[in-house]
């Protein structure tokens, strides 16, 4: 009997090697035939193997351009995920892209049939072997970077998540380009009792955080309260609202007291910090039938904001009446994690997913006519 168990055990075992070779076996084929087809759905694409992965990333608001040449340097921020045993970093990463040109006739190219192309990046393409991508700064983390964040009135202060719940806050400029393998942050924000990968600067007050953790709580921090005698800060405000963990947050970008949050109970919540409560909200609803990983306000209007679940859909809202769903964008294959909108045309949103997937929406084409041969790729707006 104990035989046919580990037979049993055994034939399970291969089953799920099986299994997981068939999917990679998969997932390999969908990224052929997308990196077959990329030259002809993008301008361009950049390709750079980093040493680990990361779970975060961000553009820096700053643009450096270069006389006499078509392209500009590009500051982004990222973090590492090691295998437990390397040291992980905060890093800053040079992405050096094309300046957008106006077409030059001189560029078509007769066999493509096409104006510009690959490495048209100018007459010639005189700048191509100038697009690439470096990492230009690394700074000793402990633990793995679950999140980074700058702050928008000082880019050069940057916060960060850890895995013992900890919030951390490095300024660049006081670490060297090359680490030494010992993490020196200039404050720690202590409170959380688990880690958390929900974290949003105040556009609004200068020092002000908010973050989530998967203790259930939402703390808002100031770090201009830092004083030299200690690095250590305790949250100005801890919210119990939400009954179990706190998937995202974010301050409203257009009214300094609102801040967004969405968890693992399947609610949207608004804190509005003027009120003394710390344990109900201003403003709730339960937003999906699944957990909420993510929420977006619109950075063009103060009312539309989008959530992001687990059920693989996207809920568009209004705060006016959160009752009545806008509408539903449903395009991912497996849960959506993650959501941006577009900062130059207000009607496109970004989602990625468990699905390996990064999809573009274009609100402005909801509800517009297809043709019987489109029906199948997927809504208007996808």
Not at 19 to 36: D, H, L, P, R
Not at 251 to 258: C, V
């Amino acid at each position: 009997m104990v035989g046919t168990v580990d037979d049993d055990s055994t034939m399970m075992t291969q089953e799920e090697e099986e299994e997981e070779i068939a999917a990679e076996k998969i997932i390999n084929e969908e990224y052929k035939t997308w990196k077959k087809n990329a030259p002809f759905l993008y301008d361009m694409v950049i390709s750079n193997a980093l040493d680990w992965p990361t779970l975060t990333t961000e553009w820096f608001p700053d643009k450096q351009k270069h006389p006499d040449h078509n392209y500009s340097t590009h500051r982004l921020l990222i973090g590492t995920h090691t295998s437990g045993e390397a040291q992980n970093y905060l890093q800053i990463a040079h992405a050096y892209l094309p300046n957008p040109l106006r077409a030059d006739i001189r560029d078509y190219d007769e066999l493509q049939e096409e104006l510009g192309g690959r490495g048209g990046l100018g007459v010639g393409g005189k700048d191509a072997d100038k697009i690439k991508f470096s990492i230009v700064q690394k700074i000793d983390h402990p633990g793995e970077v679950n999140k980074a964040r700058y702050m928008p009135q000082n880019p050069e202060l940057i916060a960060s998540m850890c895995p013992d719940g900890r919030i951390l806050v490095f300024d660049r400029t006081k670490h060297s380009l090359v680490p030494n393998g010992v993490p020196k942050p200039d404050m720690e924000l202590v409170g959380h009792e688990k880690e958390g990968y929900g974290m949003s600067w105040s556009p609004h007050q200068e020092g002000h955080l908010v973050t989530g953790s998967e203790d259930a709580t939402v703390r808002i921090w100031d770090i201009t309260h830092y004083s030299q005698d200690s690095k250590v800060l305790s949250p100005q405000r801890t919210f119990q609202h939400h009954t179990t963990i706190v998937n995202d947050v974010q301050y409203h970008p257009h009214h300094p007291a609102l801040i967004g949050t969405v968890s693992d109970d399947g609610t949207f919540q608004v804190l509005d910090t003027r009120r003394d409560s710390s344990d109900e909200a201003a403003l709730k609803y339960d937003a999906h039938e699944d957990v909420v990983n993510a929420l977006a306000f619109s950075p063009s209007s103060e009312y539309v904001f989008a959530t992001a679940s687990g059920d693989k859909s996207i809920g568009l809202w209004d705060l006016r009446n959160i009752k009545i769903k806008l509408h539903s964008l449903e395009g991912h294959q497996d849960a959506v994690t993650s959501l941006s909108w577009n900062p130059h045309e207000e009607s496109v949103l970004g989602s990625a997913g468990y699905d390996r997937r990064v999809v573009f929406w274009d609100l402005s084409q909801i509800g517009v006519e297809q043709q019987p041969d489109d029906i199948d790729d997927g809504p208007p707006e996808l």
